[in-house]
């Protein structure tokens, strides 16, 4: 039985200690350092456990809080990249030498291996009729293998600078695997024959998923997650973050929710079936290595690249989100007009306000001097230039508000009709669903 520390997790709620006890972030139920690189994790078919690729040795916890459970060494000189459950009890583990482990966790014994590559496993993947296991790995070949035995069905020559991601699709007659070279290809199961290829990202493919609506979903490090239409083979959505790169790309089970783990600390969260964009979870302050999404959708797992883990309940962290609960446009009123803007925050933690103009010409937003708690990022420039292809104005919220409201003004040079969007941010990085508001905005008067 490995032991190790808890950590208080505060972050930007406090200073970071160590002890038994923490605070976890808002929506959060719990969290625990790991002491390092971490390289894979997965939950249990049942929900009940985390699985974690912790170099020589795989760790299990309990899925509702974090807490240890035992930890399975490795066969000498074993260091486990990928993971996946079996069934309850077994687990697949793909190893840096190319090697397929199958291990029974209540035995700790290795049940079979197979070595189906020449490098290393970053991927792998079970069939939905556990008939057969997949493994990318950095040789360039895609495995497809029986089990339980591991025999070889198929090695297929997938991607010459190296596969990184497998997924089966809902009904297990397709293989997905991603690569170096920003390709996805498609081959029949269990025939091996390749259906398709797309050139799907201008970087590695590191995450494949297939969507309950036969989609694919793919993470590239060129910084996108985006969505297939494999029947046409085109891009039906394309989630773009703005940062270098885009680990791994999680739907939520049942839908609704799309998890980006990226490359600037930071999960990305979106609707699923819409533009909408959620939040950005602070918490990690190293680059996340992996997301993923308990069986029933209950929790969400987020790991950084140091080791950082946290546990999320997501129905608790998506009613944490912020809400505008009105806006009123006031008209001209002198030299300018000024919107009121109404929000709720049940967290109390309200950190800022975006404007984004969607229609009209540049226009000058300014914080009217009767908003208490509100100031422009910069702090103290008084005015924000908006403009249909600058960047949203910011405003900072000072204070703790449950409910609040804020003023902020408009400068117009001549009449024109105005579409504005505004969402509020909390701490923890949750949006609120985006308002528009347009209005027929007026030039000073003479």
Known sequence: MCKWALLILVSIWGPLGLGKGFVPPPGAVAAVELGGWVADLVFSPDGRYLALAVRDRIELRTADDLASVGSMSLPEGKRAYALAFVDEARLAAGCADGTILLLDFPSSSVIAQSRPHAGRVWGIALSPDGEHLASASDDGTVALLWLPELSVLHILAAHEDGACSVAFSRDGSLL????????????????????????????????????????????????????????????????????????????????????????????????????????????????????????????????????????????????????????????????????????????????????DLVQGDPVTVFVSSFSVGLETRPSGTGFAPLGPRSLPAEFLIQGRWKKGAFTFGLRVDEPQRLELRIVVVDALGLSSEARSIGIEAMPPAP
């Not at 995450?207 to 490090?221: D, K, Q, T, Y």
């Not at 998890?259 to 533009?275: H, N, R, Y």
């Not at 919107?339 to 933690?349: L, Q």
């Open 176 to 355: 997905a695997s991603g690569g170096h070279d920003g390709a996805i290809r498609l081959f029949a199961v269990p025939s091996g024959r390749e259906v398709a290829r797309i050139k799907a990202h201008s970087a590695a493919v590191w995450g494949l998923g297939f969507c309950p609506e036969g989609f694919l979903l793919s993470a590239g490090s060129d910084g996108r997650a985006v969505m297939w239409d494999l029947s046409e083979e085109r891009a039906v959505r394309v989630l773009a973050p703005g940062v270098k790169r885009v680990r791994e790309a999680r739907l939520r089970p049942g839908g609704g929710l799309i998890a980006l783990a990226t490359s600037d600390t930071k999960v990305f969260l979106w609707s699923e079936g819409e533009e909408a964009f959620i939040g950005r979870l602070l918490g990690h302050k190293a680059p996340l290595w992996a997301v993923t999404f308990s069986p029933n959708g209950e929790y969400l797992a987020t790991l950084s690249a140091a080791g950082r883990l946290i546990l999320w309940d997501v129905a608790k962290l998506l009613a944490l989100r912020p809400r505008i609960t009105g806006i009123h446009y006031s008209g001209r009123m002198g030299r300018a007009q000024y919107i009121v803007v109404s929000f709720a925050d049940p967290n109390g933690d309200a950190s800022r306000v975006t404007i």
